[in-house]
């Protein structure tokens, strides 16, 4: 497997991270790590719900915080503080629309939840960014065995009734319905479908090379689309696309038509042999048309029927600066539904303020990984430019968020804990190439002189 320090372009900074980390025992790294990889492998594990929809990652973030932080956070400076400035006033319009909310305790809830997210992404990035390649490559590995592997139970429930019966009923959601959507161990099949999305950071960042990359991504593919997500496939194709171009403006364009030629090729191929397999099962053919053809008209209009009440209720109540409080609309519309799309939610339920912060925290996080393309482009080095997949999921997690809520996703915020740590690296290098550069320079000046 090859060096993460060659696809990332930080290992001439490795050395000079790890002599100012403040770990002296690498017992205590050893165990963070594996306390990391532990995290990731609970990840997937959203059908185990406690109160107040605390999952069980979130209690085992909970536990190693104090430890991190004892450890880790007084080492540099990692995440830029214009991700600051958004999360303040985020917060503000969540207090703020909180005090008049008709149900005041739901704000409340969704308040501490989002601080201990927003703590929660500050660790991360410090912890990514202290630690060693070849410790991230293997927290990476992991991540990417667990997106398979939930990969894999996606596609065993698509194939077989019975065993999506198995996983649905451990979560006592089970309902009796004929064309069901797999969602692996997820409550519902969107947020699978996003958590199989997002996994392709992981998997093209750890691959060994190109090929191994490509053909991992194509295996990964098809465990997104059976979940029958039309939002989650608009979002790839949108993220895929914004990559290939950054790619094609930093100077890859013949790499590229290579690449995509491979790729359709192969797709042609795969197509080829899932319809016939498809063809040849009429129960398959069925489920495969009524989850991605047949539910399409219903799940649009469903989708503007819910807005258009959302956009109602916050003109009814005259709130449009504050809105009517986070979690509120299921108690105003009496539905019980959520209003599956990020901006209407803040729109309605923390007023323009919230919309405001929403959009800064959204710019902030797009012009941070164009940074990372830069950077790599600049130091024309191909290997460096497997970056560009944090613009790619970037991009893909705005468009996800225009159909479903996906701003409280954990695998949203860890991948963006390792967009600035990544960021934070390849600085450190740049800076200690130039510095490097004008020592040279200034030696060579004396010995002239």
């Not at 594996?34 to 406690?50: E, H, K, Q, T």
């Not at 803040?346 to 405001?356: D, I, N, Q, T």
Request: some cysteine; glycine content about 6%; overall charge positive.
């Amino acid at each position: 497997m090859a060096s993460m320090s060659q696809h990332w372009g930080y290992s001439q900074s490795i050395e000079s991270v790890e002599q100012a980390n403040i770990v002296h025992s690498p017992l205590v790294q050893h165990l963070i790590v594996l306390w990391l990889m532990g995290a990731l492998v609970l990840l997937p594990l959203d059908i185990f719900r406690l109160p107040l929809n605390v999952t069980a990652v979130d209690l085992w973030m909970l536990m190693a915080l104090p430890i991190l932080w004892l450890f880790f956070l007084r080492g540099p400076q990692v995440i830029s503080l214009s991700y600051l400035v958004a999360i303040v006033v985020i917060l503000v319009a969540s207090f703020a629309s909180t005090f008049g909310a008709p149900a005041p305790r739901n704000g409340i809830v969704v308040i501490v939840k989002e601080v201990f997210i927003f703590v929660w992404f500050y660790t991360l990035a410090a912890v990514f960014a202290q630690l060693s390649a070849k410790q991230l490559r293997s927290i990476l590995a992991v991540w990417s065995a667990v997106v398979f592997l939930h990969g894999f139970i996606i596609l065993g429930q698509f194939l077989s009734p019975s065993f999506w019966r198995i996983i649905v009923s451990v979560a006592g959601t089970l309902h009796d319905y004929e064309f069901y959507r797999p969602a692996g161990l997820f409550m519902n099949a969107n947020s699978a479908a996003f958590f199989q999305l997002l996994g392709f950071v992981p998997v093209l960042l750890v691959s060994p090379s190109r090929k191994v990359g490509m053909i991992l991504g194509l295996l990964l593919l098809p465990t997104m689309l059976a979940t029958g997500s039309m939002g989650a496939a608009l979002a790839f194709a949108a993220g895929l696309t914004v990559a290939v171009a950054a790619l094609c403006l930093s100077g890859y364009l013949i790499t590229v038509i290579k690449l995509l030629a491979q790729l359709a090729a192969v797709i042609v191929l795969a197509g080829a042999v899932l319809f016939i397999v498809i063809s040849q099962n009429e129960r398959y053919r069925a489920h495969f048309e009524h989850i991605f053809l047949g539910r399409a008209e219903r799940s649009s209009e469903g989708r503007f029927d819910l807005w258009g009440r959302g956009f109602e209720t916050l003109l009814a109540e005259n709130v449009l600066l504050w809105g009517i409080g986070p979690e509120n609309f299921r108690v105003v519309d009496h539905q019980g539904k959520q209003l599956h799309n990020d901006l209407i939610a803040f729109s309605v339920e923390r007023g323009l303020l919230g919309v405001g912060g929403l959009a800064l925290f959204a710019l902030f996080a797009l012009s941070r990984a164009a940074s990372l393309v830069y950077l790599a482009q600049r130091q024309r080095e191909r290997a460096r430019l497997v970056v560009v997949v944090f613009l790619g999921a970037v991009v893909a997690a705005v468009i996800e968020s225009l159909t479903h809520q996906a701003f409280h996703f954990r695998e949203l915020w860890i991948i963006l804990a390792l967009q600035e740590a990544v960021l934070f690296q390849m600085v450190s290098a740049a800076k200690k190439a130039r510095l490097l550069l004008s020592v040279r320079g200034a030696s060579r000046r004396e010995v002239l002189t």
